[in-house]
């Protein structure tokens, strides 16, 4: 839209007003994430789902759900293109990522929705900054995103830690080593 100073200064109050309406609404979205939906530690081998919600207006349409894993992205939903179009879903192999789709989802209600990711048999390798992003279906196509961090870690394997001390018996200002230690962890 272009319109010049002139053209706004011959404008009546009411047709200003309108005006500056229909510019506003074309420049300001209603899409909003407000936030990711994850346990920032999971256990290794453990599935975990990654819910991101957001809100919108009902008439806005979503154009896409994108899914990255340290910046490459590995999951792409067109919701609304029909069920057996084959780019409905793109996939892109990341590592440490394996889905789990029986369990992925995707929910909308005409002001709010839900995509969700379920990640299984996580591994070291799944731990990382993840990225859900959403991008509107009509113009100016206004997209929003949120990173979260998730850190896979692992329990000592045989049981609790251990402590060794040098002496069975110490006496106060007496020095003894302490050792502590336990089997394959992380952190």
Known sequence: IKISIRDLMSMSDSLMTLWATVLFSMCVSSLILPGLEFPSHVMLGQSVDMKCSFTKDPAQQIDTIKWYKDGLEFFRLHPNMPINND?????????????????????????????????????????????????????????????KNLTIIIQPEKGSPRISVSKTVVSLGQEATVECWSDRSKP
Do not use: W
């Open 87 to 147: 780019n409905l879903i793109r996939l892109f192999p990341t590592v440490g990522v394996k889905i789990d789709y029986n369990t992925t989802s995707y929910q909308t209600l005409p002001q709010s929705g839900q995509h969700t990711v379920s990640l299984v048999n996580t591994m070291l390798s799944t731990s990382g900054v993840y990225r859900c992003q959403i991008t509107e279906a009509q113009a100016p196509f206004h997209t929003e995103q949120q990173d």
